[in-house]
C-alpha cells in the first residue's frame, strides 16, 4: 500500500518530526513503510483496514480501503486529503471500524464512513462520503446549547464523545452506548447519563464494548446526595436480613435492564448442575472479586410463598456484609441474591460464593421482606445452626432487635426515616478516604440507606473518615447512635416498634466486651488497603447522607473476622496513608490525576468488560479491580481492553485468542498484568484486532517497541498465520531505526509508530527528561510498597521508634507526597511527549515551586528523622522484617556496600530522591542547549535549571548538617545535651576545642559554647567537679546581636556579643577563629530570621559572605532575668537588643502590653492589661506611655467599674482628666472633670454627685473641695461659696428656687452657723446669727424687717448679687489650655517658637495618622481621612493679613477644630466636654447663666491667643484688615455671608472668627440656661402671640396701627399657576408679608450672633421688597411706619423662646456692630419683644 510514498526508514533525512511508520506482525525481518507527508502528524487512528491522520495546520487525511467516498473503487495509493475540513482547524481525531471522525477547535464534531448503525450520527443516510458536522445539543438547557467536544473514540457501530465538562455523549447502536433505550440506531448524541456528575478523562470504543476513564471523586463531591433506587428499574439498591448468626446488608442489586443476552445464549439453571467456575487471580494480580451467576429473571413471589430466586447484575454489584460467629461455624449457602462479587470472610469457603445458591428453608416473617422491589430478595441464608457463642453479652437481646428490624419492609423505613431521621454527619479527617469506584445510577436521594446505617452501627461500624486504622467498633456506635436514634423507633425510623429494640441497641453500646491485647503499631496496613478506600468512598454523597458506615461495611467484609474485632480494640498510634488523597493540593489542576477508575459497559462475551463474567452491561459499570492501580490511559482492541498505569504496568483483559494480552490466561474477564520483564516501563499502548503493541523506555533514552498477539504473514496478500502468535510480548528489532517515538497507535491488524528525528538533541532530551521521572516514580513506588508498607504493618514499630514515630510518620507522608508527585509529573510528561513535545507548558518550569517546595520539606523531614537517631532506632524493625540479610534495601538503595549497616541504608534510601534534583537540572541543561541563548525558551530553561541547582547545592548542605548534628549528639552523650536535642535544630560549630573562651572567666572555670541553627548555648562548670558542665543557657538567635571588637584597641580577638538581658565578650584563640565564628554566628541569625521558608532563597545568594542581620528585626523571647520583665514574653520589633517598636508583653501573671517601645521601654501609644483576681476583672488602660510610664492622654478602665479618660504622668492621673466612679458606666454615681496632681484632684473642676443630686464648681486640693466653688441640686438650690476641708465652711450665698437668699457663715454643707441675711421672696429679711441646716429649721437671733407699704418695687426687692464668690471664667479650665499650649512646645502661653509649634502640629497629625492606620478599630471616616490631608497644607502668609489670608485662615481653623487629631481640635472637643459636663443635667439652672456666657468668652479670648500665636501677622481683637477692591468684596461677601455679616467682618475679633466654630457645639446647654432664665418673661410673650395670632390679617394690621398703605390687597395663591393673586379679605389669615415672616423663622435655626442678625436684615429686606411692589414707588422708611409692620411680622413668626434669642444676641453680639444697620435693627426686634408683653399687660 502506497508504495510509491514510502520509502525504508533508514533513509531518513535529520531534523524531521511527526514522521508515520506502518506495519503488520512481528517478523524479525519486518521493515516498517514510512508514509510521506507534505507536514509532520500529530495524530493517527486506525480502523479496521482504514485509518485517519492529523498533521500540523489542523488537516486530516485519510488512507487504507474507503469504500464510502463516492469517487474511489479500491484502495488509493496515497493519503486522501478531506477537503472538506480545509475550513476547520481540527485538533483531534478517531477511526472506527469503517467510520472517522474529528474534533475542531471550536469543539465541533464531524464524521464520515459507514452509518448503517448511526456511527456518524448523520439522520437517514447509510454512507457519509465527507466529513459532516454532527450537533452535540445538550436538551437540559432552553434552547439547547451545543456541547463543546474535547476528543472522539469510535468503534464498529457506535461512537463516544468527551465533553468538555467531561461528561460522555454517545450515538450509534448497541449496548456499548450505555443509555437508557432499546431503540435503536441512536442518530442524535445522547448524554450518558449514568456517567453524569464524574469526571471523565478519556473513553476508548472496543468493537462492541466501551472504556471510560474517570477521576475518582473528590471530597467535595462526595457531599452530593447519592440515590437509594436503582435508576432503570426503580428497585432499592440495599437491603439488610438478619440471621440468627450474621446480619447480611446486601448492595447486590440486580437490575433486569443491566444484562443482555444473546438469542443463542443459554439461561443458568439455579437448580441445575451448571456450576460456574471459579475464576481465580493470576500470580502477578490478587483476584478481588469472585463470581456467582444467577438467573438472569425469575418471576414474582406470591405473598405467601418463599421468595423465589432472582437473578442479578454482577456489574452492578457491592459486597455484602456477613457479621459472621466469632470462631468458624458450619458454612452457609447465600440467598437466592447474594452477591456476586466481593471480600468474603476468610473462615468462609470460596464455594459458599461460588455454588449453588438456596432457598432459605424458614422464610422471612413478614412477606414483603421475602421479596424486595420486584426480584431481589432481601433475606436468605442458612437455616443451619451457627455457632453459639457471641461477642455480645446478651445475644438474645441482640437477635430480638434485629429480627423486628427485618420486619419492616423497606418501604416503610424509608417514609419513616423521610419523616423524621436526621442526616449522618462524619467527623472530617485531616487525611479524607480517597474516591471509590463504586457505580450506581444517578436518581432521587431516599432514606432507605439511613435506616440500615443505623441498623449497622448498632451492631459495626468505624469511625467515619479515620483513614488506615483498624476498624472499631465502638467508636462508630458512639458516634453514630446519638445522631440517628432520636427517630423513636429501631433503626431511627419513628413509629416504628420501639421499646425493647432500643434497650438491645444500649446494651449493644455499652455492654461491648471486645477486649484485645495492646499494640503500639503505626497501622494494621493491608495490600488492599489503597484499593479499599478508594471502594469506600465511590458512592457520591456518603458523607453527607450518612451512608458511609454501610459502605465502609461492605468493602471491609473480609476485615471484620473475630481477630481483627479484637485487635481494632488495641490502642494504636495514627497510621500514615502512603497515598495522598486527593493528590497534591497545588498540582491537582496542573497535573493529571492518578486517583482513577476505569469503567466498561457493552457486551462481555469475551470477558472484554473486565467484570469477572461474560455478561453484558447495558451501563457504565466500575472495574473495581483497577481502581487503586493508578490507570492514566486505556485503549481498546475489537475484543479486549488494555489498562496502563502510572507505574508502567500494563493490565488486559478480554480476547486472548492470539495471545493480545500478553500473558497465556484464556479468556481473561478480569485485568491481569502482561508478563513483561522486569524494568521495561511501559508509557503508552495500543490495541488492535487481534494485537496489542506497547511502547516503553529502553536501555538508552531512545524508546523500544514491543508487540503482542497475531503474527501476519508478509507478502502482497498478507494473510494471518494458523498459531502463529506470542505467548508473552516481544520486542520488535526495528524500533531503533525509527528514531525516537513519541506514540503507538493499532487497529485492524496494523501497527503504527509516531517518531521523531533527534533535532540538535531536543528530542532526546526530552525524552531522556521523561525516562527519568518514570524511572524514579516506579523507584519511589518500589520502596514504598517494598520498604515502607512491610514497616508499618509491624506491631512493634510504635514501640520501638518511641518518640522519634511521630516524625517518622511525618517521613512516610513527605515521602508519599513526593511520589505521588512524581507519578502525576511522570504521566503530565509522557502526554506530552504523545501530543505537542514543546517545553513551553512544562509544569517543571511555569510551576517549579511545587516540586521545589515538596522536596525541601521532605529534605527537612528526613533531616530531622536523622538528627533524633530515627535510622539507628529503625535499625530493628528492620532486622524483625528483612532479617539479617537486608537485601531488599541493597538493591533499592543501590549500595554496593554488603557491610552497610541497615541504619545506612535505611539513610541512603531514604535521600534517594534528592539526588532527583540534579537530574532535573542536568536535563533542563540540556534542554537549554537545544535552542539559541536568546531565545525566550533557553531562558526558561536556564532559570528552570539554576532553580533546581541551586536547590540541590542547598539540600546536600542541609544533609551535611543533619549528619554533623547527629555525630555531635553521638560524641557528646548526657542530659544536658539529651536536653538540646531537638528535631529541627542543626549544629554549626561549637568550641570543645577551646578556640572561643569567655573574657574574664574565673580561673577554673570552663566554658563550652555550642552554636545551633537556632540558638547560642552556652555551658559552665568548674574544673574539679565530676560533671563538668552544671549549667548552661541557651540565647536564641533571633535576639542576638554579635559585633566585632578592633584589635587595635585591645589586642585581643573579642567578639561583643549582645543579648536582650546579657552582653559579654567572646575572645578567640587567633584571628581566624574570630573570622569563622562572627561569619557563622552572622549567618545563623540571618537564617533564624529569614525562617525555613526562604533558606533556599538565602542559599541562592551565594556561599560567600552573607549580608548583615539587620539590627533592627522582629523576634519573640521571654525574659528570665529583668526585674520587672521577668518571666514576661515580648514579642514585636527589636533594635540592638532592646525592645524598639510595636510589640506585645504578657506577663506570666496575665498582665499584657500591646503597643509601641523605645529602647526596651513602653513608649508611645499603648493597650495595657492588669488582671484583678479579686474582682475577676481586669483593669485596662488605653493611651499615651513614657520612658516605661503611663504619660500623656489616655482612657484608663478599673476593675472596679471606675472609667478615667484623660491625662496621665508617671503613671499617675496628672492633668486634665474626667472620672466615672460607680459599678455601672451607664448609671455612674458620680462624675468628676477638672485638673489633676498626682492622682489627686487639685484646681479646678466640676463633681456631679448623681446620687446626692448635687453638682459642684470650684476648686479641689488633695481630692477635697477646698476655695471658692458653686453648688447646684436638682431641687433648685444654688450655693456659692468659701469651701474647707470638703465642706461649705466660710462666706457664702444660697438661693432657693422660689428666691429665698442666704448671705452668711457656713460650717457644713447646708449648715448655717453665724451671722448672715436671710431675704425671703416678698422681700421681708432676717438679720442676725444663724444655725441649723436648711430645709430643716433654722434658729435665728436677729432683727426681722418687713419693706414699707409706700416703697417702690426697687426697693422692696434686696437684690443678692451673684459671682462674686464663684472661680473667675479665666480659672477655669488652665489645664485644658496648658497641655494645648504644651502640645505646640510652650511651656507657659505664648511663650515659644512659632516655626517650632507648627512642626509639632505636623507631629502630631502623622503620628495620629499612622497610629489609626496601624489600630484598624479606631476607625477613620473618609471624609475625616481628607480632613487630615488638607490640613497639611499651612496657609501661607507674608505681610500684612488681607481678606484673602484672613478667609483662608478662618477656613483652615474650621478644619483643624473638626478633628481631634489636630490640638486645636483636641482643646476643641475638651472644652465642649466641660462645658456640657458643667451646664447638663443639675447644672442646667438659670443662676448659671452668667458664668456660662462669661465661660464663653474666656474659650474665645484664650484661643484667639492660640491663634494669634501660630498666625503671628493676624491684628490683635478689634484690628482693621485693609480693604479688598470692589471685585474682591462682592466675591467675599457671598462666600461668607452665612458665617458673618460682611462689613463687621472688616474688623478682627474673636467672636466673629471663632464663635462660628465654637458656638454650635455649645449652643444646646448655653441656650437651655437662656430658656430658664427667660422663663417668665417668655411665657408672658407667648401669651400674648397666641391671644393676637387668632386675629385675621387685615384685624391684626389694623390693632397693630399700620397705615393702610402698607396693607397688602393680595397675595400670592398655593395654586401652581405661576402668577396667579388672590385678594386679602376680611377672613385671610397668615397670607401677608408672608415671606418676611417665614425668613424671620429662620432665626431659631441659627447659632451665631451674627448669623442671627443677618436673618433679622434679610425679614427687614423682604418688608421692604413686598410694600415696594405694592406702592410701585421709591419709599424710604420711619421708624414710625417700620415698627408696627415689623411688629406684625415677628407676631406672625410666633417665636417661642424670642426672649432667649435677643438675650443671647445681646449677651454675644460682637461689639463693632453694636452701633451700625445691625445695631439698630436689633433694636428694633427687641422693642417689638418688650412691646408684645406690654401689649398683654394692657
Known sequence: MMESQRKNSGEDSPGERGLLHLWKGYSCSLTPDRVLLPRPVLQVALGTSHGVMLVEGGQVYSFGALPWKQTQVSEPLEPVLESTLSGQRVVSVAAGGRHSGAVTEDGGVHMWGENS?????????????????????????????????????????????????????AWGSGSQLGLLTTAFPVWKPQRVEHLAGRHVLQVACG?????????????????????????????????????????????????????ELGEGEARPSLGGGSKAPCLLSSPSEPLLSSLSPASASAPPASPAGPPEPSSKDPGLT???????????????????????????????????????????????????????DGGQAAGGGGGGAGAKSSPYPDEKEVKDYLKRLSEQTLAEQTAKTLAGAPALQPVPDPSPPEPDPGSHPPSTAGST????????????????????????????????????????????????????????????????????????????????????????????????????????????????????????????????????????????????SLHTEVWSWGRGDQGQLGHGDTLPRLQPVCIKSLSSK??????????????????????????????????????????????????IRVWDVGAGEQHTVLLADGDCCQPILYYSGLQVREGPAPQDLPGAYTQQPVLLPFCMNLGYVSGVCAGGQTCVALADHNVMGFIASFHELAAAERKLYCKLSSIKGQILRPLLDLESLGSALGPCAGLFQMVVARFSHLCHLSGQHAAALTSTLRRGREVRGLVLLDNSSIFL??????????????????????????????????????????????????????????????????????????????????????????????????LALHLKRKRKEAEYTCHFWKSFPGKMTDSLRKPHRRLICESSNKALTLQNAGRFSVNWFILFNDALVHAQGVVPYKSLFSTHHVFPLATLWVEPIPEENTGQYGLKVISPEETFVLLACSSMEKTKWLRSIKQAVDLALSGSGQEAGAAASGAGQRAEPPISRTASYTFYKDSRLKEATYEGRWLAGKPNGRGVVKWSDGRIYT???KNGLEDGYGDYVVPNKALNKSDHYQGHWKEGKMHGQGSYRYATGEVYEGSFQDNMRHGHGMLRSGTLNSCCPSVFIGHWLQDRKCGYGVLDDITRGEKHMGMWQDDQRQGTGVIVTQFGLYYEGAFCNNKMMGTGVLLSEDDTSYEGEFSEDWTLNGKGLLTMPNGDLFEGSFSGEWGSGLKVTGSYFKPNLYDTDKDKTHSVKLGRLVVCAEDKWRAVFEECWSQLGCEAPGQGEHSQAWDRIAVALTSSRRQHRDSPELGLSRTHSKTLESLEFIPQQTGPVTMETYDSIRHYLIKACDTPLHPLGRLLEALVAVYRMTYVGVGANRRLLPQAVSEVMSYLARIFQLVRFLFPDLPEEGGLIPEPSSLDTKETSSTSSQLESPKPGRVVSSSALLLPVLLPRLYPPLFTLYALEKEREDDAYWDCVIRLN?????????????????????????????????????????????????????????????????????????????????????????MDDLFPVFLYVVLRARIRNLGSEVSLIEDLMDPCVQHGEHGIMFTTLKACYYQIQHEKIS
Not at 920 to 935: D, I, M, P, Q, V
Request: aromatic share 6%; proline share 9%; charged share 15%.
Open 630 to 679: 493508578e490507570v492514566v490511559r486505556v485503549v481498546s482492541g475489537a475484543h479486549h481492553s488494555v489498562a496502563l498505569t502510572a507505574q508502567s504496568q500494563v493490565f488486559t483483559w478480554g480476547s486472548n485468542s492470539s495471545g493480545q494480552l500478553g500473558h497465556m490466561e484464556s479468556p481473561s474477564t478480569i485485568p491481569r498484568l502482561a508478563k513483561l520483564s522486569e524494568g
Open 449 to 592: 440507606l439511613n435506616s440500615l446505617v443505623v441498623s449497622c452501627a448498632s451492631a459495626v461500624g468505624e469511625r467515619v473518615a479515620s483513614t488506615y486504622e483498624a476498624l472499631s467498633l465502638k467508636k462508630m456506635m458512639n458516634y453514630y447512635y446519638p445522631s440517628v436514634g432520636g427517630g423513636g423507633g429501631p433503626g431511627g425510623a419513628p413509629g416504628g416498634a420501639g421499646g425493647p429494640g432500643e434497650g438491645g441497641l444500649d446494651r449493644v453500646l455499652l455492654e461491648e466486651t471486645m477486649q484485645g491485647k495492646k499494640s503500639s503499631s503505626l497501622g494494621d496496613i493491608r495490600e488492599e488497603e489503597a484499593g479499599g478506600l478508594r471502594r469506600r468512598l465511590s458512592l457520591p454523597g456518603l458523607l453527607s447522607q450518612g451512608r458511609y458506615a454501610v459502605h465502609l461495611l461492605s468493602s471491609y467484609t473480609s476485615l471484620l473476622s473475630p481477630r481483627l474485632l479484637r485487635k481494632s480494640s488495641r490502642p494504636r498510634l495514627q497510621a500514615t496513608p502512603l497515598t495522598p488523597v486527593g493528590g497534591v493540593p497545588e498540582a491537582r489542576e496542573l497535573l493529571p
Open 1590 to 1678: 387668632k386675629q385675621p390679617d387685615l384685624a391684626l394690621l389694623a390693632f397693630l396701627g399700620v397705615q393702610q398703605k402698607f396693607w397688602p390687597v393680595s397675595f400670592s395663591s398655593s395654586d401652581p399657576v405661576l402668577g396667579d393673586k388672590q385678594q386679602v379679605l376680611s377672613t385671610t389669615k397668615d397670607s401677608c408679608f408672608a415671606s418676611a415672616v417665614e425668613t424671620l423663622q429662620q432665626i431659631s435655626t441659627t447659632f451665631t450672633p451674627s448669623d442671627k442678625l443677618q436673618v433679622i436684615q434679610m425679614t427687614f429686606e423682604d418688608i421692604t421688597q413686598e410694600v415696594l411692589s405694592l406702592l410701585k414707588e421709591d419709599f424710604l422708611w420711619s
Open 1155 to 1157: 503597643g509601641t517601645f
Open 318 to 372: 457491592h459486597p455484602e456484609l456477613v457479621l459472621p460467629p466469632p470462631h468458624p461455624a458450619k458454612p452457609q449457602p447465600p440467598p437466592p441474591c447474594s452477591t456476586a462479587s466481593g471480600y468474603s470472610h476468610p473462615q468462609v469457603p470460596q464455594g459458599r460464593e461460588t455454588g449453588n445458591p438456596q432457598r432459605d428453608p424458614q422464610p422471612s416473617p413478614a412477606p414483603s421482606s421475602a421479596y424486595v
Open 117 to 169: 448503525a448511526g456511527q456518524c450520527g448523520v439522520p437517514g443516510v447509510s454512507v457519509v462520503p465527507n466529513p459532516t458536522p454532527v450537533g452535540v445539543l445538550d436538551p437540559d438547557t432552553c434552547p439547547p446549547h451545543s456541547v463543546r467536544v474535547l476528543e472522539l473514540a469510535c468503534g464498529e457501530q457506535h461512537s463516544l464523545a468527551l465533553s468538555a465538562q467531561h461528561e460522555v455523549w
Open 207 to 259: 468493537a462492541t464494548h466501551s472504556l471510560a476513564l474517570v477521576r475518582c471523586l473528590g471530597p467535595l463531591d462526595l457531599r452530593r446526595p447519592f440515590p437509594d433506587k436503582c435508576g432503570q428499574c426503580n428497585q432499592q439498591l440495599y437491603t439488610m436480613t438478619d440471621k440468627e448468626d450474621h446480619v447480611i446488608i446486601s448492595d447486590s442489586h440486580y437490575c433486569p435492564l443491566g444484562v
Open 853 to 950: 517546595d515538596s522536596y525541601r520539606e521532605y529534605c527537612c523531614s528526613v533531616g530531622n528523622l536523622q538528627v533524633m537517631g530515627g535510622f539507628q532506632t529503625l535499625a530493628k524493625p528492620c532486622l524483625d522484617v528483612f532479617g539479617k540479610s537486608p537485601e531488599v534495601l541493597q538493591r533499592l538503595a543501590e549500595s554496593s556496600d554488603e557491610g552497610a549497616s541497615p541504619s545506612d541504608l535505611l539513610a541512603a534510601l531514604f535521600h534517594l530522591p534528592l539526588l532527583h534534583l540534579q537530574q532535573y537540572a542536568r536535563l533542563l541543561l540540556k534542554l537549554a542547549g537545544c535552542f539559541e541563548a536568546t531565545s525566550e525558551d533557553h531562558q526558561q530553561l536556564q532559570e528552570g535549571c539554576s532553580r533546581f541547582e541551586v
